[in-house]
């Protein structure tokens, strides 16, 4: 270890995970730590930098797969601001339509809890009746 490095516990602390999603990072190919000649994983600010830009793209929806394509075209030299912003432009349009299919599903429910009593069997549930019917015509999918 050097001066700039830090060890995985110090290094989680520091990123605001835990150790085991350093472990899977890495395991997926998103990070990969120094060792020690004892062969100890060691992080540089770098990495831990890197581990804040992975947490901060999940939060805004990214998956692993998108994020290390985000990352790749960091260390692409022919790559441009425009290619992340198509990245971007595109995990918009994925987020519309995960919202469209959401509101759709909530509308659903709404409609089948305001026909729902309360009251009564289970066995003759009009919520449950719904859920059982084959095709669309009552559940999104």
């Known amino acids: 270890m050097n001066d700039q490095t830090v060890p995985i516990g110090a290094a989680a602390g520091q990123a605001g995970v835990n150790i085991q999603t350093l472990h ?27 581990v804040r830009f992975i947490k901060r793209s999940q939060e805004l929806g990214f998956s692993l797969a998108e994020i290390k394509e985000l990352l790749e075209l960091r260390t692409d030299s022919s790559a441009t601001c425009a290619d992340v912003r198509e990245h971007a432009a595109e995990k918009i349009a994925d ?14 429910l709404e409609r089948l809890t305001a026909a729902c009593a309360g009251r009564g069997a289970v ?7 719904s859920l059982d019917e084959t095709g669309d015509r009552h559940v999104t999918k």
């Open 123 to 129: 066995s003759t549930c009009s919520i449950l009746e």
């Open 24 to 50: 899977y990072y890495e395991r997926r190919g998103l990070l990969k730590p120094s060792r020690t000649a004892a062969n100890y994983r060691v992080y540089t600010p770098e990495a831990i930098q890197r």
């Open 95 to 108: 987020i519309k339509q995960k919202i469209q299919s959401l509101e759709a599903m909530l509308e659903t």
